[in-house]
């Protein structure tokens, strides 16, 4: 009896060890299944996923607009709206499309450009433009090649900042992106803009700037605002700028128009449907 006791004890012992060894073979292949789910979360197909990038910038009274207006599809390109478009805004009538953000928030935006572009936009990001500094200082300042100098008053501060390939620390790049000087106004400034966020998204690829990392999230955490959670931001952002390598940067079409004393920005419908297929749709 003593060794059929024993017997059964060493039999449930020898039990006990196989299954902690049949754990610890079934531990890699767990975290392998864990690994491959995340990369197929993270670089799966989103189809055509579309986020609009909306940078703003309170009056005096505390009403933004948004000055800045960049639809992004995750397996295409940018398109620029620019910020004098005239456009329909759902229940208000014709107006400039910087417009919406005021008189309903970025969902009025999105809803705008939906029915502008004629495509659904999932999301909306919102960036201050006093966050813009806070988040280039935070990694490390922006390499860009400065065509034309760049000279003007901005909030009081002189600024100067000389044609050719320059590391712009965060004044010097809100600065750049904010310019409306010289021939082209403010398209001008927009193809300034796409290529700030270009370099911007060339910095954060970047292994030199992985020592940042945790400083440049915190300055995006404070200063950026999105409906979607950080799993979608992350996906959004993994698929846009790292999985395909961001595609073609193009603007709306149109001319400048003063209505009724007003300028304004005419789109060119035709050509306008071409471009929106090139680059978002």
Request: proline share 6%; net charge negative; aromatic share 8%.
């Amino acid at each position: 009896m003593e060794h059929e006791r024993y017997g059964s004890h060493g039999n449930k012992r020898e039990a006990a060890a196989g299954g902690v060894r049949s754990g610890r073979r079934l531990l890699p292949v767990l975290l392998l299944l864990l690994l491959l789910a995340g990369l197929i979360y993270v670089f799966g197909p989103l189809g055509a996923q579309r986020a609009v990038l909306l940078g703003t910038d309170a009056d005096a009274e505390g009403t933004a607009r948004s000055d800045t207006i960049i639809v992004a599809s995750a397996d295409g390109g940018l398109l620029s709206v620019p910020r004098d478009t005239l456009v329909e805004i759902p229940g208000v009538g014709d107006d400039k499309v910087n417009a919406a953000l005021a008189y309903g928030g970025p969902e009025l935006a999105v809803e705008t450009l939906e029915g502008f572009t004629g495509l659904p936009i999932d999301n909306y990001v919102t960036v201050d433009f006093g966050g813009v500094e806070e988040i280039v200082d935070a990694i490390g300042g922006v390499r860009i090649d400065v065509e034309e100098p760049i000279a003007y008053q901005l909030a009081g501060r002189y600024v100067y900042i000389p044609s050719g390939e320059q590391t712009l620390d965060g004044a010097a790049a809100l600065a750049y992106v904010r310019y409306r000087g010289g021939p082209t106004a403010d398209i001008g400034r927009i193809d300034r803009q796409q290529k700030f966020i270009s370099a911007l998204a060339r910095e954060a690829r970047s292994p030199a700037n992985l020592p940042r990392l945790q400083r440049t999230l915190g300055a995006v955490r404070d200063n950026v605002e999105t409906n979607m959670n950080p799993f979608e931001a992350t996906r959004f952002a993994a698929q846009r700028w790292l999985w395909s390598g961001g595609g073609p940067a193009e603007t709306y079409p149109g001319v400048p128009q003063y209505i009724g004393g007003i300028s304004y920005w005419v789109p060119d419908r035709e050509a306008g449907e071409q471009v929106v297929g090139e680059t978002i749709g």
